[in-house]
Each structure stands twice: as structure tokens, then as C-alpha cells.
């Protein structure tokens, strides 16, 4: 699910705010997904969280889908989604640079440090600084922030690892999406969101990609991912990374006529290689 729905879910995300305010659309998106979420596992006899949980994962939320999801989100507006998915897929990356940042985190190794290194080379190769985006390279705010989105999901994934509240996975990641709903809203509301909605001018494919989103990216893929990072460690979670950008370059490609040069081929097999070699390296530090 990890591998094949989130892959998918970038194109979901294009589609989307084509005609959907970005903040407005993550925040009601999680909304829904964390409502159902928690209205089911009531359903069958799940204890209501207590505060401490609420908090916890109302912060874990924050980072996870305000700072690492709703960035994303904002910049599909200029990014293609295929695009998007090879930055995001940098992300382990990060998540070695918070571990070893992490209270009793370790140093990583020379290779690791040379695989990172080679990540770097790639997103630069991709991001293309040196060109405008007319001549091939990509819009300034909206690389800064799928960086920035990599950074803010690098830390909540670990905080959600370290993090000590007892709640069920499932219970927490609904909780998660609800304050990650409340965090979205608010900056949904300071972006000028909701102010500019008009329903009447939303596309239908946009309707069926929210939807999509909804049932398939949060209540299963965010589900999924939740689940996994208590149950494995952050290096096979992280292997994901391997087979989104792949999905969603190919996804792209067909559906939405998105760029798929000798750029973007040669970009993505660095930053893939580098995310293998990082990965390898951790599972063998953690086996």
C-alpha cells in the first residue's frame, strides 16, 4: 500500500488543487479521513483518547501533514507531481539527519555520508538552480518548500517513533489527522483559503482526486504508514522512497503530459541509488 498508494496520491494531490484551494483542501481532506477513522474505531469499542494522547499526536500531526503534507500541497501548484514525488523521495535523507540529531541518535557512517552527499548531487541535478523555469528548472518557493516538507516529515516520523502515549496505532493516526485538519485550517484561514472557496468552480476531477485522497491516501496509505513506523524500523519504512517517485513520475508522464527528460531520468537514479545505499546502511545498523 506504502509503496503503490502514495506513489499515486501526488498525482492525486496535482489534480486536486488545480481547482481546490491548497491549505483548504488538506485540511477538510484530513478532516473527513480522521473523523471516519475515530467514528469507527468507536464503533468497536475503542477507549476515548486521553489529553496526553491528543497532544502527542496533535504535534506529531503538525509536523507530519502541515509541514511535511500541506508543503507539498502548496507547491504541486507549480511543481509536477512527478517531480514532486523524486524530491520528497530525498526524505531519508533527513530522517538519518534527525536520527543522529535525536537525544542518543548515532553518527552516521562514511558511507552513509557519501550516499548522502550523492542525494544531494541528485536534487540539485533535478531542481536545476542554474536555469529558470521556462529553460527547464523549477519555481524557487515551491523547491524550498518540498525540501522543507522533507524536513518537517523527517522529524515528525521520528518524534512518532520515540513518542510515549499508548495509544493503538490506528487510534493515533486518527488523532494525528485531526490536529494535522486543526493546523491546516488555521494557516488555511491566514493563507486566505477559505475567503477565495467557491464550490461552484471546482472541477469535477478535482471532486474525484479529493476523494481519492481521502479514502486511499489517508485512511489507508496514512494508516499504513502510522502502523509501520511502530512495528519496523525507520530504514524498511523508509524504502518507500524507492518506488513512489517511480509511480508518480510514470503516473504523471501518462495522465498528465508532465516532463520526463534525460534530466529528470538521470536525476532519479541518483537520488533513488543514494536512498538504497542510506537505507541498506541503516537496516544493517539496526539488524
Same mark, same amino acid.
Given at each position: 500500500m506504502?509503496?503503490?498508494?502514495?506513489?499515486?496520491?501526488?498525482?492525486?494531490?496535482?489534480?486536486?488543487?488545480?481547482?481546490m484551494p491548497p491549505f483548504a483542501m488538506a485540511?477538510?481532506?484530513?478532516?473527513i479521513a480522521g473523523g471516519l477513522l475515530l =467514528?469507527?474505531?468507536?464503533?468497536?469499542?475503542?477507549?476515548?483518547p486521553t489529553g496526553r494522547q491528543w497532544r502527542i499526536n496533535a504535534a506529531i500531526g503538525t509536523f507530519l501533514l502541515l509541514g511535511g503534507n500541506g508543503l507539498v500541497v502548496w507547491a504541486e501548484q507549480t511543481i509536477p507531481s512527478g517531480i514532486a514525488a523524486l524530491l520528497i523521495g530525498a526524505g531519508p535523507l533527513c530522517i538519518v539527519l534527525t536520527e543522529w540529531a535525536w537525544p542518543g541518535g548515532?553518527?552516521?557512517?562514511?558511507?552513509?555520508?557519501? =550516499?548522502?552527499?550523492?542525494?544531494?548531487?541528485?536534487? &540539485?541535478?533535478?531542481?536545476?538552480p542554474w536555469d529558470s523555469p521556462a529553460d527547464g528548472g523549477l519555481n524557487t518557493p515551491g523547491l524550498i518548500a518540498?525540501?522543507?516538507?522533507?524536513?518537517?516529515?523527517?522529524?515528525?516520523?521520528?518524534?512518532?517513533? %520515540?513518542?510515549? %502515549?499508548?495509544?493503538?496505532?490506528?487510534?493515533?493516526? =486518527?488523532?494525528?489527522?485531526?490536529?494535522?485538519?486543526a493546523a491546516l485550517g488555521v494557516v488555511a484561514l491566514l493563507h486566505g483559503d477559505f475567503a %477565495?472557496?467557491?464550490?461552484?468552480?471546482?472541477?469535477?476531477?478535482?471532486?474525484?482526486?479529493?476523494?481519492?485522497?481521502?479514502?486511499?491516501?489517508?485512511?489507508?496509505?496514512?494508516? &499504513?504508514?502510522?502502523?509501520?513506523?511502530? %512495528?519496523? &524500523?525507520?530504514?524498511?519504512?523508509?524504502?518507500?522512497?524507492?518506488?513512489?517517485?517511480?509511480?508518480a513520475v510514470l503516473l504523471g508522464w501518462l495522465l498528465l503530459d508532465e516532463p520526463f527528460g534525460p534530466r529528470t531520468l538521470v536525476a532519479s537514479a541518483v537520488i533513488i541509488t543514494s536512498v538504497a545505499i542510506i537505507t541498506v546502511q541503516q537496516s544493517r545498523k539496526t539488524s
Amino acid at each position: 500500500m506504502i509503496y503503490l498508494v502514495w506513489g499515486s496520491t501526488y498525482l492525486g494531490i496535482r489534480v486536486a488543487v488545480e481547482t481546490m484551494p491548497p491549505f483548504a483542501m488538506a485540511s477538510v481532506r484530513f478532516l473527513i479521513a480522521g473523523g471516519l477513522l475515530l =467514528a469507527v474505531l468507536k464503533a468497536r469499542g475503542a477507549a476515548w483518547p486521553t489529553g496526553r494522547q491528543w497532544r502527542i499526536n496533535a504535534a506529531i500531526g503538525t509536523f507530519l501533514l502541515l509541514g511535511g503534507n500541506g508543503l507539498v500541497v502548496w507547491a504541486e501548484q507549480t511543481i509536477p507531481s512527478g517531480i514532486a514525488a523524486l524530491l520528497i523521495g530525498a526524505g531519508p535523507l533527513c530522517i538519518v539527519l534527525t536520527e543522529w540529531a535525536w537525544p542518543g541518535g548515532s553518527r552516521p557512517g562514511a558511507i552513509t555520508f557519501a =550516499a548522502m552527499l550523492l542525494g544531494f548531487g541528485g536534487v &540539485t541535478w533535478l531542481a536545476a538552480p542554474w536555469d529558470s523555469p521556462a529553460d527547464g528548472g523549477l519555481n524557487t518557493p515551491g523547491l524550498i518548500a518540498m525540501l522543507g516538507a522533507s524536513v518537517f516529515w523527517a522529524i515528525g516520523s521520528i518524534y512518532s517513533r %520515540h513518542a510515549k %502515549h499508548g495509544a493503538d496505532p490506528f487510534l493515533a493516526a =486518527a488523532l494525528q489527522m485531526l490536529g494535522g485538519s486543526a493546523a491546516l485550517g488555521v494557516v488555511a484561514l491566514l493563507h486566505g483559503d477559505f475567503a %477565495h472557496l467557491d464550490l461552484a468552480a471546482i472541477s469535477a476531477r478535482s471532486w474525484g482526486a479529493f476523494t481519492y485522497l481521502i479514502i486511499m491516501g489517508s485512511l489507508v496509505g496514512f494508516s &499504513t504508514f502510522v502502523w509501520l513506523m511502530k %512495528h519496523c &524500523t525507520p530504514a524498511s519504512v523508509a524504502t518507500y522512497a524507492y518506488v513512489n517517485p517511480i509511480v508518480a513520475v510514470l503516473l504523471g508522464w501518462l495522465l498528465l503530459d508532465e516532463p520526463f527528460g534525460p534530466r529528470t531520468l538521470v536525476a532519479s537514479a541518483v537520488i533513488i541509488t543514494s536512498v538504497a545505499i542510506i537505507t541498506v546502511q541503516q537496516s544493517r545498523k539496526t539488524s
